[in-house]
C-alpha cells in the first residue's frame, strides 16, 4: 500500500483541487481539499496564457504563489487525516498550464516543483506533459490511461467524458488500447462570456443557457474552426479556444441576445463532443462524464439527447466522484513515474512510443 496527494488546477482556474489516494493493485480515493483560487492570482495565470510584458519574471512569481497556496492545502489535508508528510510517497504535480502548443514541440506547466518539495517535504512528480511532446506526440490528454485503470473492467464500448475548461474523452473497449482526445471547449467559451456579461465565473447548472435559444448562424461560424475537421490525436487549449475568437466571430454576424449566445457555445460543447464520439466509437454502450461539466444539468440533459442508444451518467454512477478524477489521475501518475510505469499512450497522444512521464524532485 502506498499513499500520493495529486494537486492539479485547470483551465478554468477555480481553484486547486487537491486528493489523496491509496494505490494497491486498485485506487482508492481516501480524501479531498480544496482552495478556492484566489481572484489576483486567476486573473494573472489567465494574463500569462498570452504574450504580454515581463512574462518571464511575472510566472516566476506567480507560481511562488500558487505553489504556496497548494502546499498550504496539502497540509491542511494532511492535518485533518492525521498523517505525517513521511506516510506520502510523492505528490503529483500538474501545476497550471500557460502555453500548450505541441505543434510547435512545447507545453508549459508552471508550478515550481522544488519550492512544492520545500514547503512539504515530500517528494514530488511534476512536468508530465514534456517527455511525451518530446517524443512527437500531443502531450494530452493524459488521463485516458488513468480512465483505463479505473473502468477497464467494465463490459461493452465505454466512453469517459472529462468536462473541465476543454472536454476530452477516452474510449474503452474490449480488447482493443484505449483511444482518446480532445473534443474543443468543454466549459471555456461558457466561463468567459457569462463572466463579461454577468460578472459570474459559471453558469451554475446551465441555467442562463438553458433561457436561451441556439442561434444557427453562429453555431456553423463556431463549428467552422479548422480544429473540428480534424481526428486524433489532438489537443487544444486557451490558444485556440478563448473570447477573443468568439467576438472575432461575433463582430462579422448580427447582435444576438447575450443568453442565445451562452446557448450557442453550450449547444457547441454538446455537439463537438458526440461527433467526436461518433466519429471514434459508433456504438457506445455508455459515456461517463467527470468535471465540472458533470454538474450542468443542461449540458447533461442535451449529451443524454443527442446520444439516445447510449447511458449518460456521471462518474459517480460507478462510485468515483467526478470532481476529483483528474486530482487522482495525478497522484496515478506520479505513482507510474516512481514505478517506472508508461502512463502515456501513443494511441492518444500520437507518441513514437510508451514513455515514462514526469520529473521528479526527491525530498
Not at 73 to 87: N, S, V
Not at 96 to 101: A, G, K, L, S, V
Not at 134 to 145: D, E, R
Not at 307 to 323: F, I, K, M, Q, R
Amino acid at each position: 500500500m502506498a499513499l500520493y496527494i495529486g494537486v492539479m488546477s485547470g483551465t478554468s482556474l477555480d481553484g486547486l483541487d487537491i486528493a489523496l489516494i491509496e494505490q494497491t493493485s486498485a485506487i482508492k480515493l481516501i480524501a479531498t481539499h480544496y482552495i478556492p483560487m484566489p481572484e489576483s492570482l486567476r486573473a494573472e495565470l489567465l494574463g500569462l496564457c498570452a504574450s504580454g510584458p515581463d512574462e518571464i519574471a511575472r510566472s516566476a512569481v506567480a507560481q511562488q504563489h500558487w505553489v504556496k497556496l497548494a502546499a498550504k492545502g496539502i497540509h491542511t489535508l494532511l492535518d485533518q487525516q492525521q498523517l505525517k508528510p513521511e506516510a506520502i510517497r510523492a505528490i503529483g504535480s500538474h501545476g497550471q498550464t500557460i502555453r500548450h502548443e505541441p505543434a510547435r514541440g512545447f507545453t508549459v506547466q508552471i508550478g515550481n516543483p522544488a519550492l512544492l518539495t520545500e514547503l512539504t517535504g515530500i517528494t514530488v512528480v511534476s512536468d508530465f506533459r514534456s517527455r511525451d511532446v518530446a517524443a512527437g506526440g500531443q502531450g494530452a490528454p493524459l488521463v485516458p490511461a488513468f480512465h483505463e485503470a479505473l473502468f477497464e473492467e467494465r463490459s461493452g464500448n465505454r466512453a469517459v467524458l472529462n468536462v473541465g475548461g476543454f472536454s476530452n474523452l477516452s474510449l474503452i473497449e474490449p480488447t482493443q488500447p484505449v483511444a482518446g482526445f480532445d473534443c474543443g471547449p468543454g466549459n471555456v467559451l461558457m466561463d468567459a462570456w457569462i463572466h463579461q456579461q454577468r460578472g459570474e465565473n459559471y453558469d451554475r447548472n446551465g441555467q442562463w443557457a438553458a433561457t436561451g435559444t441556439v442561434e444557427p448562424v453562429l453555431l456553423k461560424a463556431l463549428l467552422g474552426d479548422p480544429f473540428f475537421l480534424t481526428k486524433g490525436p489532438k489537443s487544444t487549449g486557451r490558444e485556440v479556444f478563448n473570447l477573443p475568437w468568439l467576438e472575432h466571430h461575433l463582430s462579422s454576424l448580427p447582435s444576438f441576445a447575450a443568453e442565445n449566445v451562452q446557448a450557442t457555445l453550450l449547444e457547441l460543447t454538446a455537439l463537438t463532443i458526440v461527433e467526436s464520439l461518433q466519429s471514434a466509437q459508433s456504438d457506445t454502450q455508455e459515456m461517463l462524464v467527470c468535471g465540472g461539466g458533470a454538474h450542468n444539468a443542461t449540458l447533461m440533459k442535451r449529451l443524454a439527447d443527442l446520444l439516445p442508444n447510449a447511458t449518460v451518467a456521471s462518474t459517480a454512477t460507478h462510485g468515483v466522484d467526478p470532481d476529483w478524477v483528474e486530482a487522482m489521475a495525478f497522484a496515478w501518475l506520479a505513482h507510474c513515474c516512481l514505478e517506472g510505469i508508461a502512463a502515456n499512450r501513443p494511441s492518444v497522444t500520437g507518441a513514437k512510443g510508451l514513455r515514462v512521464l514526469g520529473a521528479i524532485y526527491p525530498n
